[in-house]
C-alpha cells in the first residue's frame, strides 16, 4: 500500500537566506530562497540586519513556495523549522513564525537540527541525486561548520571530529577577504582556482591530532605570505590571483581530503556523503570524483541547490519525523548552539 501523501511546509531561517519549501513526502514540490544582498557591503553577515530582512522576507517567501507548490496552506499536514544552530536573531523569526502558523493550522510542528537537515538532504527523492545506505561518513562544511560525522540511521549520528577553531566557509571567505574580492569570496576563489596552478604558492598544512580540524594558522600564513609578497610588488596579488587561488583552495582541500582519508581508514566505512554551503565547491567535488576510482569509496555529491541553506533539507528531516511522530510543542525554543543528537 502506497504511503497517503504528507504536505510539509520547511521553513530555514539560520543565517541570511531566508528560505520556505513544500514537500510532498520525500518529493520536493517548491524551494525558494530569498538571499540577502545587504551584507555584501559589510564584508559578512550582520546579524541584526539579518534578523530585519528574515522578518520582510518570510511571509512573501512563504506565499510563494505555497503557490509554486500549488498547495493551500489547508492541506499541509506539519510544519518543520529550523531550531539552530545559527544566529539568534535569524532562527527566532523562523520559529515565532512557524510555531504561530502551526498553532494557526492545527497541525503539528516539527524541530529540526540544521546540521542533520544538511546531511539528511541527501534522503531528498530527486534524479539529481542519491542517497546513501547506512552506515556512512558524512563531511558537513559550511560557512559556520566543519565536521565529520558517523551516521547509523537517519537519526543516529555521531561527531568523530569537528574543527577547533575557523570553519572551512569562514577560511575560504577571509583568505578572499585578504585578497581584497568581495564577499561571500569563496565561490570566487573556486572561479580563478580553476585557471591557476595549485602547486604555484604552498602553504602549510596544520598538524592536528585526529579527526579535528584547524584552519586559523593557515588563514595567518596566507596573511604573512600576502603581506611579503606586496611590500616587494604591490600588484603582485591582481597578477597572480589565479595561482594564489588554485594554491589556497588546493590547501584546504587536502586538509579535508586528509581527514575523510582518516575517517575512512578508522571506522571501515567507505560511502562518503557531503552535505553544506562548502559542498558546491567544485574541487571537492571532483576530489570526491578522483576518491571513488583511486580509493574505492562511494561518495554522494547533493544537488547544488540542496548545498546551501535551504528549506528542502529542512523538510525532508520534517517528513522523517513525521513518520515516526516526533513532534513538539509551543514552548519550543531557538538555539543558536545546537549539536547534532542533542534535543
Keep these: 500500500m502506497e504511503n497517503p501523501k504528507k504536505y510539509i511546509l520547511a521553513i530555514e531561517s539560520s543565517c541570511d537566506d531566508t528560505s520556505a519549501a513544500v514537500l510532498c513526502n520525500t518529493k520536493v514540490l517548491s524551494n525558494v530562497v530569498a538571499t540577502q544582498e545587504i551584507h555584501k557591503q559589510y564584508g559578512g553577515v550582520v546579524p541584526e540586519l539579518a534578523s530585519r530582512a528574515h522578518q520582510q522576507n ?26 539552530g ?7 527566532l523569526v523562523g ?4 510555531k504561530s502558523l502551526a498553532l494557526g493550522l492545527h497541525v503539528p510542528l516539527i524541530a529540526v537540527n540544521h546540521m542533520e537537515a544538511h546531511i539528511l538532504a541527501h534522503f ?12 556512512f561518513l558524512a563531511m558537513t562544511i559550511s560557512g559556520g561548520h566543519t565536521q565529520i560525522v558517523k551516521v547509523t540511521d537517519h537519526f543516529k549520528m555521531e561527531v568523530l571530529g569537528e574543527t577547533l577553531d575557523d570553519a572551512v566557509g569562514e577560511a575560504f571567505d577571509k583568505s578572499a577577504k585578504l585578497m581584497g574580492l568581495p564577499y561571500p569570496g569563496g565561490p570566487l576563489i573556486d572561479k580563478y582556482a580553476k585557471l591557476g596552478n595549485p602547486g604555484a604558492y604552498p602553504f602549510p598544512k596544520p598538524k592536528v591530532d585526529g579527526l ?13 605570505f600576502l603581506n611579503r609578497e606586496t611590500q616587494k610588488d604591490p600588484g603582485f ?34 560511502r562518503i556523503a557531503i552535505g553544506g554551503g562548502v559542498a558546491a565547491n567544485s574541487g571537492i567535488r571532483q576530489r570526491l570524483v578522483d576518491a571513488e576510482e583511486k580509493l574505492g569509496w562511494q561518495t554522494f555529491i547533493p ?24 513532534f513538539t510543542d509551543q514552548s519550543i525554543a531557538a538555539k543558536a548552539r545546537y549539536a547534532i543528537g542533542s534535543e
Design 303 to 326: 544537488k547544488f541547490e540542496y548545498c546551501t541553506d535551504n528549506a528542502a533539507m529542512i523538510g525532508i528531516v520534517g517528513y522523517l519525523k513525521y513518520e515516526k511522530g516526533e
Design 95 to 98: 520559529t515565532s513564525f512557524a
Design 212 to 224: 579535528d580540524f584547524s584552519f586559523s594558522g593557515l588563514k595567518t600564513s596566507i596573511l604573512y
Design 124 to 135: 531528498i527523492d530527486d534524479k539529481d541525486q542519491s542517497a546513501p545506505a547506512f552506515p
Design 85 to 91: 544552530p545559527g544566529l539568534m536573531g535569524s532562527l
Design 237 to 270: 596579488v591582481s597578477q597572480n590571483i589565479n595561482d594564489i587561488c588554485a594554491s589556497v583552495q588546493f590547501t584546504i582541500l587536502e586538509i579535508l581530503m586528509d581527514k575523510l582519508q582518516l575517517a575512512v581508514e578508522q571506522t571501515g566505512i567507505k
Design 58 to 83: 518570510i511571509v512573501p517567501v512563504v506565499h510563494q513556495a505555497l503557490a509554486k507548490a500549488n498547495i493551500d496552506k489547508n492541506q499541509l499536514s506539519a510544519i518543520a523549522f529550523t531550531r
